[in-house]
């Protein structure tokens, strides 16, 4: 492995930022960990070093990049006038698991927006994450640690294997608390609009703004050249190299009994199940990926669980389907892309 493992997961003393933050401002690679997944992070005002990302992830270059910031001064070098709902947003959900699409200024380099006018802007509340931001004294570009279309990094021992030899430090925090990304909204007409689902909920949103719209790209299948407000939305995204399909009934029994279907066909199949309904499946393989009654617990799980299952060598996947409400529809927006649109609800 090229990268400096550097371990932070169970105690760290400060010094060691000094270290993080120069080797970020001296153009180096660091994927550091962050409460929604580990991000591969760069110098955000430098074009060279934030190219490296590009490569290292094998991210098409249209696929803008969020800026992470420590500090909510760094706001008026990087984007133009907050609106009075935008400002809301802010004070309300920075730092945590939420990103703001902002007008930017031309101190944010067009690699890392991919010449859009807006730039994404995020600030961790993770406090490794915070501190290297801090230390680097620039903003860091930062997409989540995976090879582009694989289930985000949310543990070093994945991010070891895809990204050891492409990077130039690892930082282990431990497994990520939330484990799926940030919220991604932007105020459209003074409505704000949710791209990417996270824990930050739309009844979250509601409760500060009032008013909020969720993107129906979320569920829907965009076609390649449909202009979508968040490019992130037109890429095949989170799904293993394995078929899967995802099934959902609000009904327990009707949910058990079509995956009990589908695997009588399908016996080399492997079921990723909510803990409760563990010993019901008849599948070669069951996976448990948390409590149907903890959508934390799952959210944590779920990207670390859709990464093993490669490994088990079977023809297909069935994922049991979660609720959408509250932090459901994020699970649900990771899991019918992982499983490219294939999901049947009964
Ligand atoms: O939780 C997270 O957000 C993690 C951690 C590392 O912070 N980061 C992350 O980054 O998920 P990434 O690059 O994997 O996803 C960023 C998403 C992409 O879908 C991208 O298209 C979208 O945000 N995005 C970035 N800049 C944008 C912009 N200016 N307008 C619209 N969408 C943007
Ligand atoms: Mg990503």
Do not use: W
């Amino acid at each position: 492995m090229k990268a400096k493992y550097i371990n932070l997961s169970t105690n760290f003393d400060d010094s060691i930022f000094d270290e993080l933050g120069l080797a970020i401002r001296n153009g180096k690679l660091v994927v550091f960990p962050t409460e929604t997944v580990y991000g591969i992070g760069a110098n955000g005002l430098d074009e060279t070093s934030v190219k490296k990302i590009y490569e290292a992830k094998g991210r098409s270059s249209d696929n803008p990049l969020i800026l992470h910031i420590s500090n909510t001064n760094t706001l008026s070098e990087i984007t133009k006038s907050i609106s009075c709902v935008e400002k809301k947003l802010i004070n309300a959900f920075f730092p945590g698991p939420f990103t703001l699409i902002l007008e930017r200024t031309p101190t944010v380099p067009n690699v890392v927006t991919s010449n859009l006018e807006t730039v994404a802007v995020r600030m961790p509340s993770n406090e490794i994450a915070r501190k290297i931001i801090e230390h680097a004294k620039v903003p860091i570009a930062a997409p989540s640690a995976n090879i582009s279309g694989k289930p985000s990094g949310t543990e070093v021992c994945d991010i070891i294997d895809e990204l050891g030899d492409k990077v130039d430090y690892i930082v282990d925090g431990g497994k990520c608390d939330i484990g799926i990304e940030s919220t991604v909204v932007r105020v459209v007409d003074d409505i704000p609009t949710i791209l990417r689902p996270g824990k930050i909920t739309k009844e979250d949103i509601l409760n500060v703004v009032g008013k909020v719209k969720v993107d129906r790209h979320i569920f829907e299948k965009c076609d390649f050249n449909e202009a979508v407000l968040s490019p992130g939305m037109k890429y095949r995204h989170y799904a293993p190299n394995t078929k899967c399909i995802m099934v959902y009934s609000s009904e327990n029994n009707k949910l058990v009994q079509k995956i009990n279907d589908i695997v009588k066909d399908n016996f080399n199949s492997l079921v990723i199940s909510t803990t409760e309904n563990i010993s019901k499946y008849n599948a070669k393989y069951v996976l448990d990926v948390g409590s149907k009654n903890n959508l934390n617990e799952i959210s944590k799980n779920i990207f670390s669980t859709l990464r093993k299952v490669d490994s088990y060598n079977v023809d297909l996947v069935i994922i049991e389907g979660v609720t959408r409400e509250g932090l459901g529809l994020a699970i649900m927006n990771r899991l019918i892309r992982a499983c490219e649109y294939n999901y049947i609800e009964c």
